[in-house]
């Protein structure tokens, strides 16, 4: 009977027409300044740097370059409305507004999730599904937080910190804007923001919302440039605290160069997860969440699972079902709708990430790539998995921020404890088993900010973030995430 | 009788749950009133890194526990105290202490070991949280210990100094290495020896006497220590606390020396600052078949 039925062939590639995301809602302008006390002004630099779309390699736009007078005349803005006007602006008021940037952002979803593809290079399904949502989201919660502190913090009369600096990364970028910025108003600080280098665009575009939502001048502002603009806002003696995600490396510096200062930080940093699958894990399930793990955002995810732990009984088989699954795995155009692996961020992330699979290669451990034609021009890497990888080898100890997966097998429990916390890291971890009580064995155990158990990379502003040990401190979202912007003392 | 001769005692450093003599062999003399009292061990690096050795093996097993045996265990080292409070006052005014203040401070140490107790089991009722995802997941947060908590006791308030970072810390699971007062070392030895007495299990404290400037520099640097504690110091020894805690990014808890003499202190807030939030997320089984659709 079942020789009648042709089996489906989950190994080959599926061929899907183009579906390309139109791009004509999106206006933009062919140079942008930078955005302080509520005015677009040109740069005292008077220079501009490129941003490039990764996928085709095409310039977007030119971006002003803050300097040291630049940096200063924001902070000097975000000083002046803090102690003017935003500090004894009425919590239900600044609430208000906080709402307005909410809404504009829905409003605008559909021209913010194309630029987000086309400055940083991710897949549209996801800016779409994911970023932009998520963002709107972010200024949601928290706007509703603004007038009801004095309940998250009973009698501790909770005081904002003053002006903060905030310095994101490119992988989700406007995302990371509203987990850093809703947060920031909410609590009734003013910001000084800067996002990455190569991914300005979608902050410069929240800026014009901010602007739209007559927020007070000052309150949020936006200044572009190098990390070398970051390093000016850290230094700058007028800001109160530093909220950072990025590398643990940088993290580092910032923390050294704030070391003999009063000033405050949040640091969400590196991470290298473990993403563990047990025997009698729904192992269909765990293949996608191990998918979604690691492959999500082509790896860009500073809580990505690269670390996979199988249970030996099922690893044959988990493998088999994961090349498979690889195989399914549309890499290409991110304005493609069916893409699932939009192009690596910049040229530099692509040299970093093929450096550690050069890296993975020489120690020896068994490489697996997805075969597929890629694009001429842009950024590429292929989904990668390497096997036969030991607990010393790079490639299982660093933070790639690629789509790499590091294989290692386990046969029990105490084993896989001992293996996925043995890393100066602690961001997240997955767990991967039907067992009611194994769930929760592991998910106490892992010495990790965030546990996914039976999903993975799941998101949300009422869900705390971040990290312990190396991935740095300080929780973003939820309750948690208001008190490193508040003086509880 | 008045003529028998007294039997001195000789303090220690408390390692492991052990009371070993520094590896070092060095000691330095204490003398009050041109008054020889004691011969206090001048511990060395090698005392520091042995101490967050045994700190970091019992973090599991003490953390394990459950709230309410820890509870009981802080009370316990209350009961202990309040038994011992003569030797304590006695012990102090021999390192030079005021007779009024020395029985204020136990009275306060004791009571703030109660106070702190009582936050085993209701530190997470009160900071963890159900988390309203949108998608269909069960989120919760909970505090966790940090894990290898490194004190440094205030040089005034010699019980109340130690007391004040030990107790938040070791109340929720974190294991601990303390670098003692150089002006009252001989309390901290003492509390040890109450600590020892109180169904601690060996490692969870660890008490070193010494060169304060000799001993942070290593325990601000050491790799397996994740968290700092300390009261004000000399902006200089702050400043280096700040600069080497950057080498594993460690968690630093300062005190306002204010603090530890007031009961400001005694808030569940010093007890978070020696913890981490970990989030949890579980799907939630859609029933397609259900009417119901919320």
Not at chain 1, 446 to 459: D, H, M, P, Q, S
Not at chain 2, 165 to 192: D, H, Q
């Amino acid at each position: 009977m079942s020789s009648k039925i042709k089996p489906l062939k989950y190994h080959e590639k599926l061929n899907f027409s183009p579906s390309l995301e139109n791009t004509d809602s999106l206006s933009l302008k062919k140079e942008y300044q930078l955005f302080i006390n509520g005015r677009f002004q040109k740069p005292l630099s008077n220079k501009y740097f490129a941003s490039i779309n990764p996928a085709n390699e095409n310039k977007i736009a030119m971006v002003a370059q803050a300097n040291e007078k630049d940096v200063d005349l924001a902070v000097k803005a975000a000083r002046n409305s803090y102690e003017s006007h935003w500090s004894k602006t009425p919590p239900k008021e600044r609430a208000k507004y906080i709402y307005r940037i909410a809404r504009i952002i829905q409003e605008k979803a559909k021209e913010l999730a194309i630029l987000e593809t086309l400055d940083g290079g991710k897949p549209i399904r996801e800016s779409r599904d994911i970023d932009i949502p998520l963002a709107a989201a972010h200024f949601f919660y928290y706007a509703g937080w603004a007038d009801k502190l004095d309940y998250a913090f009973p009698n501790r009369n909770p005081k904002p910190l003053g002006v903060v600096g905030q310095i994101i990364p490119w992988n989700f970028p406007l995302m990371m804007a509203a987990w850093k910025i809703a947060p920031a108003l909410a609590t009734g600080n003013t910001v000084v923001l800067k996002p990455a280098e190569s991914t300005s665009l979608t902050a410069l575009k929240l800026a014009e919302i901010i602007q739209e939502a007559d927020l007070p001048d000052g309150v949020v502002n936006i200044i572009t440039g190098p990390g070398s603009t970051g390093e000016m806002i850290v230094n700058h003696p007028d800001i109160d605290k530093i909220a950072f995600t990025g590398s643990t490396e940088v993290g580092k510096t910032i923390m050294r160069s704030i070391s003999s200062t009063s000033k405050k930080s949040t640091m969400e940093l590196g991470g290298k997860a473990a993403n563990i699958i047990f025997e009698d894990a729904p192992l269909d399930q765990a293949v996608e969440g191990v998918i979604n793990g690691i492959y999500f955002n082509q790896g860009h995810v500073c809580c990505a699972g690269s670390r996979l732990f199988v249970q030996e009984s099922v690893y044959e088989l988990i493998l088999r079902k994961l090349k498979d699954r690889m195989q399914s795995l549309v890499v290409g155009d991110p304005l493609d709708k069916n893409t699932d692996i939009g192009a690596i961020n910049s040229k530099q992330q692509l040299s970093t990430i093929n450096n550690y699979i050069d890296i993975g290669k020489k120690e020896g451990a068994d490489i697996f790539q997805l075969s597929c034609d890629l694009p001429a021009k842009g950024y590429w890497c292929p989904p990668t998995l390497f096997t036969n990888v030991s607990q010393s080898h790079r490639i299982a100890k660093e933070e790639i921020f690629g789509p790499v997966l590091a294989v290692q097998t386990f046969r029990t429990t105490e084993e896989v404890i001992t293996k996925a916390n043995n890393t100066p890291f602690g961001l997240s971890a997955g767990v991967w088993t039907d067992k009611g009580s194994k769930v929760f064995n592991l998910t106490s155990k892992l010495r990790a900010g965030v546990i996914w158990a039976n999903t993975y990379n799941k998101f949300d502003p009422t869900s705390p973030f971040g990290g312990y040990k190396e991935s740095g401190h300080g929780r973003e979202g939820g309750l948690h995430g208001l008190s490193p912007y508040l003086n509880i003392e | 009788m008045s003529n028998r001769i007294k039997v001195l005692k000789t303090y220690k450093i408390f390692i492991d749950g052990k009371f070993p003599r520094t590896e070092s062999g060095r000691y330095v003399k204490l003398v009050k009133n041109n008054i020889p009292i004691a011969n206090v061990c001048l511990s060395s690096r090698k005392d520091l890194k042995n101490s967050v050795a045994s700190a970091r093996k019992i973090f599991d097993s003490w953390v394990s526990k459950s709230a309410y045996n820890r509870a009981q265990i802080m009370y316990r080292i209350a009961e202990m105290l309040e038994s011992r409070k003569e030797q304590f006052i006695e012990e102090l005014i021999l390192q030079g202490y005021n007779k009024e203040k020395s029985i204020v401070e136990l009275d306060k140490s004791i009571d703030r070991i109660i106070y702190f107790a009582g936050w085993s089991d209701k530190i997470n009722q009160v900071f963890g949280s159900v988390n309203p995802v949108a998608s269909s997941h069960y989120n919760f947060t909970v505090l966790e210990p940090t894990g290898v908590v490194g004190l440094i006791s205030s040089e005034e308030s010699p019980l109340l100094g130690l007391i004040s970072l030990i107790i938040p810390a070791i109340v929720t699971g974190n294991t601990t290495v303390t670098i003692a007062s150089e002006k009252y070392p001989l309390t901290s030895i003492s509390l040890a020896e109450v600590i020892s007495n109180s169904d601690v299990p060996g490692g969870v404290v660890n008490i070193l006497t010494g060169s304060k400037s000799e001993l942070i520099p290593h325990l601000a640097k050491h790799m397996d220590v994740n968290s700092i504690g300390f009261t004000e110091e000399k902006k200089d020894l702050r400043d280096q606390i700040y600069l080497d805690a950057v080498n594993n990014l460690k968690r630093l808890v300062e005190i306002p020396k204010s603090k530890i003499e007031s009961e400001e202190i005694e808030s569940p807030y010093i007890i978070k600052k020696f913890m981490e939030a970990k989030t949890t997320w579980h799907p939630i089984e859609k029933d397609f078949t259900s009417s119901n659709s919320y």
